[in-house]
């Protein structure tokens, strides 16, 4: 799977620059119940990076409008609130017909239980940049069962 979006403060985050590394790319919103699970992110991020691991934050307002603001503000507000190191994309449709195609195809592959549902559903992608796995919302970024998948990936 090959696909890149447009950065958060320009450029473009392109899974092909990215190949041999392990990818974990979630949905975010700044006004979300989920929205501390940033702080995770980064932890894990740092944590994991040298290993090859990078977190891909990809805003979308798609669900309950929880991401008004325009990148300017998006990149400021994790920055500031969370510190955030990670790569992030400009804002994205995540479900629906107008989706970004690597979510289409992560639907397509994994079917309705896998679709997000919500902010900070997490999609993991080997070094292969084939997906392995999701986790749903309420997956945090420290949970098991995550790294556990990550760790997987890595040691391949």
Same mark, same amino acid.
């Given at each position: 799977?090959?696909?890149?979006?447009?950065? *958060?403060?320009?450029? $473009?985050?392109?899974?092909?620059?990215?190949?041999?590394?392990? *990818?974990? @790319? @979630?949905?975010?919103?700044?006004? =979300?119940?989920?929205?501390?699970?940033?702080?995770?992110?980064?932890?894990?991020? &740092?944590?994991?990076?040298?290993?090859?691991?990078? @977190?891909?934050?990809v805003p979308c307002d798609d669900f309950g409008g &929880?991401?008004?603001?325009?990148?300017?503000?998006?990149?400021?507000? =994790? &920055?500031?609130n969370y510190g955030v190191t990670f790569p992030m994309?400009?804002? &994205?449709?995540? +479900?629906?017909?107008?989706?970004?195609?690597?979510?289409?195809?992560?639907?397509?592959?994994?079917?309705?239980?896998?679709?997000?549902?919500?902010?900070?559903?997490?999609? *993991?992608?080997?070094?292969?940049?084939?997906?392995?796995?999701?986790?749903?919302? $309420? $997956?945090?970024?420290?949970?098991?069962? *995550?790294?556990?998948? +990550?760790?997987?990936?890595?040691?391949?």
């Amino acid at each position: 799977m090959s696909y890149s979006f447009p950065g *958060l403060a320009g450029g $473009t985050v392109s899974f092909e620059e990215l190949r041999g590394q392990v *990818l974990l @790319v @979630v949905n975010t919103a700044s006004k =979300c119940g989920f929205t501390p699970q940033y702080e995770g992110l980064e932890k894990l991020y &740092q944590a994991k990076h040298g290993q090859g691991l990078v @977190v891909i934050g990809v805003p979308c307002d798609d669900f309950g409008g &929880q991401e008004p603001g325009d990148e300017a503000e998006i990149g400021s507000f =994790c &920055q500031v609130n969370y510190g955030v190191t990670f790569p992030m994309t400009a804002k &994205q449709h995540v +479900v629906g017909g107008r989706a970004h195609p690597f979510y289409a195809d992560a639907a397509r592959r994994f079917g309705w239980l896998g679709k997000p549902k919500w902010n900070f559903h997490k999609y *993991l992608v080997g070094r292969d940049g084939e997906l392995v796995e999701y986790f749903i919302s $309420t $997956t945090a970024p420290d949970n098991h069962r *995550l790294v556990a998948a +990550v760790d997987r990936e890595l040691a391949k």
